[in-house]
C-alpha cells in the first residue's frame, strides 16, 4: 500500500505563490500516474494537475494552465506542484493521488487508488 504525505500548503495573498510537494513511500518501477487534486466546501473534487512519472506527460485543467507547474523527483519520490498568480478560487483543500500504471483519463478522481490526507490552500486578499 503507497503512502502520500502533502506539504506546503498555506495561507497567500492574491498573486502570490505557493509550493506543494508530494512524497510517496514508494513508486511501481515503470510508469506511476500521480495527481494534484483540490475540493473546496460544498464542490466536487477537481484534477488540477497530473504527471506520469514514467515519461514527460503532464495534464492541466484549463483554470490553472499557464499559473501552475508540476514536476517530479524521481530521487526523492517527489512530485511537487508549483502555484503561482494564486487567485482565492484557488482556495481548497489540496490533494495528491496516485496509480501504479499509465495516466488515464489522469485529471479524473476515479483514476487514482491512493490519496494523501490533503493540504489546505487558502488565497485572500
Known amino acids: 500500500q503507497v503512502q502520500l504525505v502533502e506539504t506546503g500548503g498555506g495561507s497567500v495573498q492574491i498573486g502570490g505563490s505557493l509550493r506543494l510537494s508530494c512524497r510517496a513511500s514508494?513508486?511501481?518501477?515503470?510508469?506511476?500516474?500521480v495527481g494534484w487534486f483540490r475540493q473546496a466546501p460544498g464542490k466536487e473534487r477537481e484534477g488540477v494537475a497530473a504527471?506520469?512519472?514514467?515519461?514527460?506527460?503532464?495534464y492541466y485543467a484549463d483554470s490553472v494552465k499557464g499559473r501552475f507547474v508540476i514536476s517530479q523527483d524521481n530521487a526523492e519520490n517527489t512530485v511537487s506542484l508549483q502555484m503561482n498568480s494564486l487567485k482565492p478560487d484557488d482556495t481548497a483543500m489540496y490533494y495528491c493521488?496516485?496509480?501504479?500504471?499509465?495516466?488515464?483519463?489522469?485529471?479524473?478522481?476515479?483514476?487514482?487508488?491512493?490519496w494523501g490526507q490533503g493540504t489546505q490552500v487558502a488565497v485572500s486578499s
Open positions: 504527471l506520469d512519472t514514467g515519461g514527460i506527460s503532464t
Open positions: 514508494r513508486y511501481a518501477s515503470k510508469g506511476n500516474c
Open positions: 493521488a496516485a496509480h501504479f500504471g499509465g495516466c488515464w483519463n489522469p485529471l479524473s478522481p476515479n483514476s487514482y487508488h491512493a
